[in-house]
Structure formats: C-alpha cells, structure tokens
C-alpha cells in the first residue's frame, strides 16, 4: 500500500485587531440599543402617571433623576463603546448634548472646544480617554477637550488625582497585562486599540494638578 500523504490540520488565524475592536463596537452598539427603549418606557410612564394626577412625591423625582441619569451614560456609552466606522461624524450640537447631559450634578466637568463636526472614530476616542479622567478624579476637577492641525488633546485639572501607573501604562501600549484589569477600568485597555486604529498613540504627561493626553 502507498504511503498516504497526511496534511497538517489548518489552523484558524486569529481575529486581526481592528476585526475584534470592530466585534466589541457592535456589542457596545447592541447593548445600548437595548437598554435604551425600556428607559424611555419608563420615563413615559412616569409623565402619564404625573398627567393623569398621580402622586408626585420624591418618589416620583427619584425615578425621575435616575432615569434621565441612566439615558445620559448610556448615550455617552454609545460614542465610546459602540461601532464606530469610517466616514462617520457627529456634530458639536449632539456632542455637548450629550456632555451637558452626563455633566449634571458630576464631579467632573467637560469643556468641548473643538468646533464643527467630528469623526465618529475620533470622538469614540475622546469620549474613553474622558473616561479615564473621571476614574482618576475622584475628588472632581475639569476635563479640557482640544483639537488642532497636529492631532487631539485632553486636559485634566484637579487638585488631585488618584496615581494609577498601570492603568495609564495600559493606555500608552506599555503593557498589556489584563490579569488585574476590572470592569470598572477597561476603557484604559480600550482606548490605545482604538488609537492604534486610527494609527496614533495617546501619550501622556502628569504634573502635580494637571495630566494632559495627547493623540
């Protein structure tokens, strides 16, 4: 009997960066989609129930609060998590619609400078660097958004800040250990793939009241 030829087992490749980063985009997508129609059912119940006589207690105000809260983080959720693709663009208007929503009552505060329409892609990125400010600000301070010819810059002020070396290790590429990674803190991991997408690198530099991300 001949000898059979055996071929070795092909081998899967594994999902390229930008196909994965563009996975996770769809999944941030899909789950604001989702939570945002019943939100909004809410919140209808609650103004028929305040047209119809129904009590308007602080009960009602509470819910009122929370709701109004949750659809503001979830539309800030949006622009950093979900789908972003190329030739996208969000105008000014929308996007300090969505910083004066999240900026009501909060510790930090956001000061969008940058005039006219935006990429989608590059306020996905604005949008989790911000949040890395406010992970990093618990004592409250003010987040500057700037954009000029040589690329983006987001400026954060405060009195004081909590040290993180790793996250911000993670957001500049020089690590890639998630092993202590929480929840809380992925968009420090997710802000430099995004950056890679967009072929730049967010570099940062820290002094005693103020760190600047540049990208």
Aim: a negative charge; charged letters at 20%.
């Amino acid at each position: 009997m001949p000898d059979m030829m055996i071929s070795p087992a092909s081998k899967t490749p594994a999902p390229r960066a930008n196909h994965t980063l563009s996975l996770l985009g769809l999944l941030g997508s899909r789950i604001c989609h989702d939570l945002i129609s019943p939100l909004g059912a809410i919140g209808n119940g609650i103004e028929l129930l305040a047209m119809s006589g129904g009590s308007a207690g602080p009960e009602t105000a509470l819910i009122e609060d929370s709701v109004r809260n949750a659809n503001a983080r979830i539309r800030f959720f949006r622009i950093a998590f979900g789908a972003a693709q190329p030739g996208q663009s969000l105008s000014r208007r929308e996007v300090l619609s969505v910083i004066d929503d999240i900026s009501q009552g909060a510790r930090v505060t956001f000061d969008w400078t940058v005039e006219g329409d935006v990429t989608r892609c590059e306020a996905r990125l604005a949008f989790l660097v911000m949040q890395c400010f406010e992970t990093v600000m618990p004592f409250g301070g003010t987040v500057r958004i700037i954009s000029h010819p040589s690329g983006w810059s987001v400026i954060g002020t405060s009195e004081r800040f909590r040290d993180e070396p790793d996250l911000w290790a993670l957001a500049r590429h020089e690590s890639d250990d998630l092993s202590d990674l929480k929840a809380a803190d992925l968009h420090f991991a997710l802000a430099p793939l995004v950056a890679q997408d967009l072929d730049r690198r967010l570099q940062v530099t820290r002094m005693p009241n103020e760190i600047s991300v540049r990208f």
